[in-house]
């Protein structure tokens, strides 16, 4: 069955300090990566999307991933951290023989330490 | 871009009560979906319709029904509500290329 795992519930940085989020899935197909990041309060916004092509995708606020077919993954990385950033990540794909569903991963909490 | 618009922000139900959490969209999109969030778990897909009339089940649908009379309307229906259900719900339009999200429902059943 298809899905997303990620394996971090909650990581902690300080502030200027390198981020990486991991996400692995599990799909048969090419698949179709997203990231989300959700602040306090707030709703889902996109950070950056992977459909083919360049395997290392950039996103918004300074955001990237890598695709690896490989190893399955598709990691979130930052290489310096705001204060802002803190808030949860969540990585998902695209289901897209059964109606173009988005599965999500649990989610990693970012705190940033100043 | 597609505006995906919940009908309430918050609603306090009672046990046993039907609820009805509304979604709507303002284009023309086939896909429309709706998760429950709750925290350490994520975004659990409850049902999602590709068309009028056409529903699927998602991941958790049990206490769950949905409507979709309209393509712009998208209706999740809580049978008999359940303490168990309180939780975070978003509705979601979109396919493939990108999803749009709504800014939720937070539903508390006491």
């Known amino acids: 069955a298809q899905s997303v795992t990620q394996p971090d519930i909650h990581i902690t940085v300080s502030e200027g300090a390198s981020l990486e989020l991991r996400c692995n899935y599990s799909y048969g197909a090419t698949p179709y990566l997203f990231w989300y990041v959700q602040s306090p309060g707030q709703g889902l916004q996109l950070l950056l999307k992977?459909?083919?092509?360049?395997?290392l995708v950039q996103g918004i606020k300074g955001f990237e991933a890598e695709f690896k077919r490989s190893q399955s993954s598709f990691n979130l990385r930052k290489p310096s951290v705001h204060w802002s950033d803190a808030a949860e990540y969540f990585c998902?794909?695209?289901?897209?023989?059964?109606?173009?569903?988005?599965?999500f991963g649990q989610g990693t909490e970012l705190s940033v330490k100043p | 871009d597609v505006k995906v618009t919940q009908s309430s922000r918050y609603l306090v139900k009672r046990t046993g009560e039907k609820v009805f959490l509304e979604c709507v969209q303002d284009m023309d999109h086939e896909n429309m979906f709706w998760y429950r969030q709750d925290p350490g778990l994520g975004l659990r897909l409850i049902y999602f319709?590709?068309?009028?009339?056409?529903?699927e089940k998602g991941d958790i649908p049990e206490g769950y029904s949905v409507s979709r009379e309209k393509k712009e309307r998208f209706s999740l229906i809580l049978e008999s509500a359940s303490t168990n259900q309180t939780s975070m719900y978003l509705c979601?339009?979109?396919?493939?290329?990108?999803?749009?999200f709504g800014s939720g429902t937070r539903l508390t059943v006491v």
């Open positions: 992977y459909f083919s092509g360049d395997t």
């Open positions: 979601a339009v979109g396919n493939r290329y990108g999803y749009t």
């Open positions: 998902a794909v695209v289901v897209y023989n059964q109606g173009g569903k988005l599965i």
């Open positions: 319709s590709y068309d009028v009339k056409m529903k």
